[in-house]
């Protein structure tokens, strides 16, 4: 079975400007979760969808969005980037989202200058 | 608010000795305990507890939970040069926290 994949895996932008990354969860998984990693703040939660539904949102401005498509592939899109966006971010699928056993993509590097 | 505290923040350790790695949790709303290996790239999952005082086990590897006392255990067994990376304990609840990771380092 394909892993979870993410386009593009980098990314240079500038302050402004907005971006928008892409996912597609392992195949029968319904649940696609988003995460922004940094070094100085970890893994931090920005939502979650399942059945093209946003389930749980973290605390993320609301320049941060996303959506789920019929075929559960999610896309993740960022506005008026900030340097501080400069970050990796994940994206993790599992079947149903209840157990919280998720499997991580290998990360879009979005860096902003 | 939902809090994961980690411990050791960074380990040193030589092939073949065994090492434990400690999260303990304030959370509400508690569904999973999760840990995930990353090394230079995305975390790769490695055990769900959801019970308190059952041991998962993978080979060297073995974690356990205590509910009552809200931690987990990560035991490395043997380890190998192999095992050096980031040990992250997350929670499942409302949402997913993660806590900061233990970064192993083992030399040989």
């Known amino acids: 079975k394909a892993g979870v994949t993410q386009t593009p895996r980098y990314l240079i932008k500038t302050r402004g400007q907005q971006v928008t990354l892409s996912c597609s969860p392992i195949?029968?998984?319904?649940?696609v979760s988003w995460y922004q990693q940094t070094p100085g703040q970890g893994l931090q939660f920005l939502f979650e969808y399942f059945s093209e539904t946003q389930r749980n949102k973290g605390n993320f401005p609301g320049r941060f969005s996303g959506r789920q498509f019929s075929n559960s592939r999610s896309e993740m899109n960022v506005s008026t980037l900030e340097l501080g966006d400069s970050a990796l971010y994940l994206c993790?699928?599992?079947?149903?989202?209840?157990?919280?056993?998720?499997?991580f993509g290998p990360g879009t590097r979005l860096t902003v200058t | 608010e939902d809090k994961v505290v980690q411990s050791p923040l960074s380990l040193v350790v030589h092939e073949g000795d065994t090492v434990t790695l400690n999260c303990s949790y304030e959370v509400t709303n508690f569904r999973s305990l999760l840990w995930y290996k990353q090394e230079k790239k995305a975390p790769t999952f490695l055990f769900m507890l959801t019970s308190s005082g059952i041991e998962k086990k993978s080979g060297r590897l073995s974690s356990i939970l205590d509910k009552k006392e809200l931690f987990s255990i990560l035991n490395i067994t043997a380890t190998q040069t192999g095992d050096s990376a980031i040990y992250l304990c997350?929670?499942?609840?409302?949402?997913?926290?993660f806590g900061p990771g233990t970064r192993l380092s083992v030399l040989p």
């Open positions: 195949s029968g998984h319904r649940s």
């Open positions: 993790a699928s599992s079947l149903e989202g209840k157990s919280g056993e998720q499997y």
């Open positions: 997350a929670f499942y609840g409302q949402n997913f926290v």
